[in-house]
């Protein structure tokens, strides 16, 4: 299998450069040469930036006949060369495929149009699958919504980025530690590839730390994160998938979905349920009950007419009495449960001009409107306002990242929109979770003279 990267015909900085070829070639090269190319706008500027690597001109009619992977790189407005990956003519498309690289990230996946066994081998694992649209989006489930993802690496048959075997996990010595990462697409590291999640960079610290202290204490870090996830459903993914396997560390890393979705949900739910849930159900409500005339609040939207739907205080209340519950189960189950928060850009005391111009990318160049810069703000006040909470609650392990960020201003680039990280932003956030794991682990060690005592009463 021969693959082209197809850089744009616009500057992009030496640094995005060398990620495209870099990602591309760890996800292509086992497969055969992954060959880098440019059209003639750019050639000579991009072999200037990067004199490490050899770069081809881009001719389409050749192109064609060379490869069988054609990867486009898009600029930081969205530019591609020209045809693009939507208009690029395969000669032989049931064994060619089209992607277009996404900020620096992602391989969003155009031709085919759907997923085949190659790109995702999970296809027809469970009915579910069988019936979605076989392609990158939410996936249908009894218990709630997952997402087929596989543009930034390799998920299992419901959508985590965890190995297939994990169940082997549940016989494990004493001084293997299993910790379980659990939120919404914060967690699964949205804009990171496997090696770059906190996840894997979390268990890669631990294990250093400890080999380097001369423990024989060993961890695995597994990753539940799922896009759009609320506590709710992360208490239902512990249930359904790791209950069973005792885990001695849960790590719920969220906010901003509970916050996001419990400003606009039903108040009768929120208020004296606790239910924070997806807006989008109540579209499929619609739709399956062909009540499209009942008037729901639009999204990004505090009200319906004139009537205001939840205060931050009772959004906050709501999060905090869900996390208290799945809390309490993981504590039931022996392990030890972290409150994580997840930072936004309001967490940073200024964004830097990478960060801004990633936002302006991911959002496609479009300019807010007045009432979604008003629910963003609104977000952002919550958001403040849940963090003097937590701060109150003194009997939690919080690890709250909308705090910890604050230090950090422009010469940081550590968000690649409002609410995911970036790769150096998911090391940090790696960072802060190994301190509080083994602070955790050295507060609970037995004292020397307890272990004396001890020694004493069993001889």
């Keep these: 299998m021969r693959t082209v990267v197809i850089l744009p015909p616009v500057e992009l900085h030496a640094l995005d450069l ?29 072999q200037e930036q990067l004199d490490s690597h050899k770069i081809m001109l881009f001719d389409v009619a050749e192109s064609r006949t060379l490869f069988d992977v054609f ?11 020209v045809p693009g990956p939507h208009s690029f003519p395969l000669p032989e498309p049931a064994k060619q495929r089209a992607y277009w690289f996404m900020l620096f990230s992602r391989f ?3 031709q085919p149009k759907v997923y085949d066994e190659y790109e995702y081998p999970h296809l027809d694992s469970h009915v579910f699958q069988c019936l979605s649209g076989r392609k990158h989006e939410f996936v249908n489930f009894p218990y709630g919504p997952l997402y087929s993802d596989v543009e930034v690496g390799p998920v299992n048959e419901f959508g985590f980025r965890i190995p297939q075997d994990y169940l082997k ?37 631990l294990n250093a730390t400890l ?23 992360q208490i ?45 159900s109540e579209e499929w409500s619609k739709i399956l009950h062909k009540s499209e005339a009942v008037l729901t609040a639009p999204l990004y939207s505090t009200s319906v007419d004139t009537q205001q739907l939840n205060l931050p205080q009772n959004v906050i209340s709501a999060y905090m009495k869900r996390k208290r519950q799945f809390e309490h189960m993981v504590r039931s189950d022996g392990g030890i449960f972290i409150w994580g928060v997840q930072p936004l850009h309001c967490s940073k005391s200024k ?97 020397n003279s307890l272990r004396k005592i001890l020694s004493r009463l069993i001889s």
């Design 18 to 46: 060398e990620r495209a070829i870099h990602l591309s070639k760890m996800r292509f090269a086992s497969h055969g040469q992954v060959t880098v190319a440019a059209p003639s706008e750019s050639i000579v500027r991009f």
């Design 71 to 81: 990867i486009f790189v898009e600029g930081y407005e969205g530019q591609v060369s």
């Design 108 to 110: 969003k996946l155009v």
């Design 169 to 205: 996990y549940k016989t494990r010595s004493a001084e293997h530690k299993l910790a379980i990462v659990f939120g919404g697409s914060a967690a699964f590291s949205f804009y990171c590839h496997p090696e770059e999640m906190f996840s894997t960079r979390l268990e890669e610290k």
């Design 211 to 233: 080999n380097m202290r001369g423990s024989k204490v060993r961890f695995t870090v597994l990753n539940f994160g799922m896009h759009d996830n609320v506590v709710m459903q």
């Design 236 to 280: 239902l993914t512990y249930m359904l998938f790791v209950h069973e396997l005792r885990p001695d560390f849960v790590l719920a890393h969220d906010g901003h979905n509970d916050v996001y979705y419990g400003m606009q949900d039903d108040p009768y739910l929120l208020n004296n349920h606790e239910i924070i849930y997806q807006r989008y």
């Design 351 to 447: 964004l830097s001009a990478q960060e801004l111009l990633r936002y302006r990318q991911a959002e496609r160049g479009i300019r807010h409107s007045p009432e979604l810069e008003k629910f963003l703000r609104f977000l952002y006040y919550t958001y403040e306002m849940m963090s003097f909470e937590l701060e109150k609650q003194l009997d939690i392990h919080l690890v709250d990242f909308n705090r910890l960020f604050k230090p950090y201003g422009e010469e940081y680039d550590l968000l690649w929109d409002h609410c995911h990280t970036s790769p150096l932003g998911d090391d940090m956030i790696a960072n802060a979770y190994h301190d509080k794991i083994l602070n955790l682990i050295d507060k609970h060690k037995p004292k």
